[in-house]
């Protein structure tokens, strides 16, 4: 399997035109949602329109294929699936390296807490997905 360099979420990730030099910007940690004094948390499926990224960087291993399968899911703290990206197929071809770039439009609020960003993989001999990293991001309600 290659090797994972680096998985993270992040507010936007920049692909400059020319040199495909990435830069990735301000790494999630927390989604703070602010909600009218009085009003209730929010609602089961609830979500906020709000532009974010998922940036995965792998590096071919000598003599690896490269022939994977890669999916993130966020999951609430206690454990229900509140979002997962399409299935990326791994194909490095003459490049040492790849990058992977999910861009999302909404976040899921209606969990507070630690969540947890999940990395799974899959290699052509496996039937199902495995968790390879993780990345916590707490959200977070506040009442104003």
Known sequence: MPKLLAYLPCEKVVVEEESKNI???SILETVNVTLPKGAPAPAHQASIGMAWA???LWQ???GESGEFESKSVLV???GELLAET???R???GTNTRQQIINRMASFPIWTPGTCLLKLMVRTPRDAAFRELANVMVAVRYSWA
Do not use: Q, R, Y
């Open 76 to 78: 609430s703290p206690g």
């Open 90 to 92: 791994l194909d490095f």
């Open 60 to 62: 071919k291993e000598k």
């Open 23 to 25: 830069s990735v910007l």
């Open 86 to 88: 399409p299935v990326a």
């Open 54 to 56: 998922i940036f995965t």
